[in-house]
């Protein structure tokens, strides 16, 4: 059984700052890509951010030079830092992890959720 258990949601002033923490557990061979989503209301699901087990990265446009992606691949964690966020960053974020729970299979898992409000 895997679980992705995420924490540092809540609400913040425009130009305020978040950190979104996600941590795996359970029966883990290997973890590959890492990443966070976003769902805003009435929107599609969206790729903010992903880094793969050797730390290379990419990002959404719209938050380029404001997030910041990293794991920790021991603690099988990986963090969303978010600066200088905008209404627009409002949104539930979800973590999402690509884990092989034995050399032969992998599953896509996902987070419950964290819920991110930005005011203006």
Known sequence: QVQLVESG???VQAGGSLRLSCAASGSIFSINT????R????KQRELVAAITSGGSTNYLDSVK???TISR??????VILQMNSLTPED????YCNADILTTMFTRSSYWGQGTQVAVSS
């Open 9 to 11: 949601g809540g609400s």
């Open 34 to 37: 890492m990443a966070w989503y």
């Open 39 to 42: 769902q805003a209301p009435g």
């Open 65 to 67: 030079g404001r997030f």
């Open 72 to 77: 920790d691949n021991a603690k099988k964690t």
């Open 90 to 93: 409002t949104a539930v974020y």
